[in-house]
């Protein structure tokens, strides 16, 4: 007999509601810059937190420089050196990664992958773009201003961050504060978007269960968001508050140089509260998107389905829903009672549970496939040992009795980098690499792409993995010089020269992939509309790249769920979501 496809079905329900009317823009200024198509207002977001981004990786090098050759360069001081430490963390946690995996692929991939003509409010997506530009102007303001951008860290921690004292106490705090509270009000416009889009605008067929997981990924993550960043942006306001007008809902009485503060009553931890309140989910705010488009990365490139689509998307919504129950994981040195470490850390390991499913799904799904060994899969494969590595990290740190003696030193450094830097990035690139044909019809140099993937990963392990020990020797974080300390052995120090060397040479070699980028939308090899032989509707489209619209003058129907590779008895390995059951092409043998 032959078998049929999983899910598939020859009946899609009618229409339920009319096709939504497009803008369609005359000028190149309504078509490129106060665009509401959300494939290029997914460009905008990536280009700028691809730009801002790479202010990021600056710093680093300022910051690791320092610590191999401390005192060597005039313009690095002490000060400068603590701005550059929260610059960087700020600028890649929020700016960079939260903004290019909503922003650029959530508007990119949203409307193409559920068969939507674009987001359903096209024009509040247009101003979200440019109220997270003006947050970006804004950050970058603060390095121009009396005092420099803020030092206090990129957790922003009262009473430090506004005390006379600390690097950019006054016009640096106020415009960093400013900028969140920004960022929050653009994500907040794009993010109502992209749940509504989800939940309304899917084409017929296109059930919750028939999504690919990116979609899922980016939804959860969403709505994660949308939960968290309040958090995040009255701890704002109230933190400026404190600043200018003299409050006091973080800053407690403080005697300093024998003068009495004006401030009076304020409790920093309830800062703390708020801010990882909001930080954790933050994390799988940039890691759900991540953990989608690996898995369907994973899929399409070892032309086999993906195990366990339900226990997946279960997996996603559990994770985003514990992530809310963890976060004093990270203030166990705060003094918080010992029964509430207890609680925390209980949870901590329960939320590893569905990752790990995830990552046991991953291993699965490549196990008996055809895996090609695309540029796309090998940064997929890439991640997932990176994850892997950062996730066994974090049951150490997890633990209280661990965590304390760990908690300032370069282990969490090296813990948070390769679960929350490295491995989203190397999902960054995967995505990029796969989806580069679809946007600008041309393939990526393949050549130049393994050599990038190589360089990327392996210089990866080098900066990260030696951190490891360093915490393990007691090598403080944050600290801008550590020669001279008797219980630091002088091995760190080598170290630290070797891991500014990795640095340096990883870092610069993205220029490799900004030159394939480039030197492809020009010279690339055309692609076709589906190079990967993929089943998802954005590779289904008539035209490549896609035109405003998306789909021509008919919207696709789905009949099946977006995994049907190499299904036992079809002629091609793969199948369309909109091709109906009956037009599927059975090959001569029977099984």
């Known amino acids: 007999m032959d078998y049929v496809a999983h899910d598939a079905s020859a009946y899609a329900p009618p229409a339920e509601v009319e096709e939504m009317e497009l803008y369609h823009p005359k000028t190149f200024v309504g078509k490129y810059i106060w665009s509401q198509d959300a494939k290029i207002i997914a460009v905008q977001y990536a280009v700028t937190a691809i730009g801002i981004g790479l202010v990021a990786l600056v710093l680093s090098w300022l910051m690791r420089l320092q ?39 959530g508007n990119y991939l949203i409307p193409l992958m ?3 003509r674009d987001m359903v409010f096209p024009y509040v997506n247009m101003v979200s773009y440019w109220v997270y530009l003006s947050a970006v102007l804004l950050l970058i303001a603060s390095f121009f201003v009396p005092g420099g951008p803020t030092g206090a860290g990129w957790t922003l921690y009262p009473p430090q961050a506004i005390l006379q004292g600390t690097p950019g106490a006054t016009w640096g705090i106020i415009l960093m504060l400013v900028s969140l509270a920004l960022f929050i009000v653009g994500f907040t416009m794009g993010g109502l978007n992209y ?16 999504m690919p997981l990116t979609i899922w990924g980016i939804f959860t993550a969403t709505i994660l968001a949308l939960l968290a960043f ?22 407690p009485a403080i005697v300093s140089m024998g003068q009495q503060g004006g401030h009076a009553g304020g409790s920093p931890v309830l800062f703390q509260h708020l801010f990882w309140f909001f930080g954790h989910p933050e994390v799988y705010i940039v890691a759900l998107p991540a953990f989608g488009i690996v898995s369907d990365l994973i899929s399409v490139h070892a032309r086999k389905n993906i195990f366990g689509y339900r226990m997946m998307v279960w997996a996603i919504v559990a994770i985003g829903g514990l992530s809310f129950v963890v976060w004093a994981h990270h203030m166990y040195v705060s003094g918080m009672n010992p029964y509430f470490g207890f609680f925390f850390a209980t949870t901590t390991l329960i939320i590893a549970v569905p990752t790990a499913i995830k990552v046991y799904n991953w291993i699965l799904t490549l196990w008996h496939g055809n895996i090609r060994l695309t540029v796309p899969m090998m ?29 300032d030193t370069m282990f969490v450094v090296a813990h948070f980098h390769m679960v929350m830097a490295i491995a989203p990035i190397l999902v960054v690139f995967g995505a990029i690499y796969h989806w580069y044909p679809k946007i600008t019809g041309r393939m990526l140099n393949d050549s130049l792409g393994k050599i990038h993937f190589w360089v990327t990963f392996v210089g990866s392990y080098a900066i990260y993995y030696p951190m490891h020990y360093l915490g393990f020797a007691g090598v403080p974080r944050r600290y801008y010089a550590i ?7 002088e091995s760190a120090q080598s170290l630290n020269v070797a891991i500014t060397v990795a640095a340096l040479i990883v870092g610069a070699f993205q220029v490799v992939f900004l030159y394939n980028l480039l030197w492809s939308y020009f010279r690339g090899k055309p692609s076709g509309g589906n190079p990967w032989n993929a089943t998802t509707l954005e590779w ?44 599927v092409t059975r090959s001569s043998a029977r099984t």
């Open 67 to 105: 610590l191999a050759f401390p005192n060597s360069f005039s313009f690095i001081d002490p000060s400068n050196y603590l701005q550059f430490v929260t610059q960087h963390g700020m600028i890649m946690v929020i700016y960079l990664l939260t903004a290019l995996f909503l922003g650029g692929f």
């Open 114 to 116: 559920v068969g939507a």
């Open 195 to 210: 749940v509504v889009t989800v939940l309304q605008a899917r084409t017929r067929g296109m059930t919750l269960m028939r």
């Open 230 to 251: 309040p958090a995040l942006l009255v701890s704002a306001i109230m933190m400026l508050l404190d600043a200018t007008l003299g409050t006091s809902f973080f800053m």
């Open 379 to 407: 940064f997929a494969i890439g991640f997932i040992f990176t994850f892997i590595n950062g996730g066994l990290t974090g049951l150490f740190l997890g633990n209280v009795t661990v965590d304390v003696p760990l908690s």
């Open 483 to 489: 020669e001279g300390t008797n219980f630091i052995p």
């Open 540 to 583: 289904q489209t008539p035209d490549t790249p896609p035109k405003h619209g998306n789909f021509g003058a008919t919207l696709p129907v789905v009949y099946r769920w977006a995994y049907d590779y190499s299904v036992p008895g079809a002629e091609q390995d793969f199948i369309p979501q909109n091709v109906p059951p009956g037009e």
